[in-house]
């Protein structure tokens, strides 16, 4: 049984920093490929960021409004994943989702197999 946990979410200021992790039982973080989505209020989940799977070609995705502030990484040994934020902004508050998706990656919430609950980031002066 697969079960995802999110944790790291919380309050900052903007330009702070905050590290989100997934911790991945029952899946295989290394050959599936993981993601975070973001769901700000009354907003459609986004995709952040993507990393493929190893055996892949390509390496990640990033969401133009992250891209150079937030890196997703893995970690294998751990089979948990993260997401290094910074430079935070306003915009950046919501509700972020780790999900891994059997195979190959795309850009699509309803293509994702597994998801984790759910952790707050809020970015407020």
């Known amino acids: 049984q697969v079960q995802l946990v999110e944790s790291g979410g919380g309050s900052v200021q903007p330009g702070g920093s905050l590290r989100l992790s997934c911790d991945a039982s029952?899946?295989?973080?290394?050959?599936?490929?993981v993601a975070w989505f973001r769901q700000g209020s009354g907003r459609e989940r986004e995709q952040v960021a993507r990393?493929?799977?190893?055996?892949?070609?390509?390496?990640?995705y990033y969401a133009d409004s992250v891209k150079g502030r937030f890196t997703i990484s893995r970690d294998s040994a751990k089979n948990t994943f993260y997401l290094q934020m910074r430079y935070l902004q306003t915009g950046d508050t919501g509700t972020y989702y780790c999900?891994?998706?059997?195979?190959?990656?795309?850009?699509?919430?309803?293509?994702?197999?597994?998801w984790g609950q759910g952790t707050q980031v809020t970015v407020s002066s």
């Open positions: 029952g899946s295989n973080v290394r050959n599936n490929c």
């Open positions: 999900s891994i998706r059997i195979g190959g990656c795309t850009s699509r919430a309803g293509d994702f197999d597994y």
């Open positions: 990393r493929y799977p190893a055996t892949s070609t390509d390496n990640a």
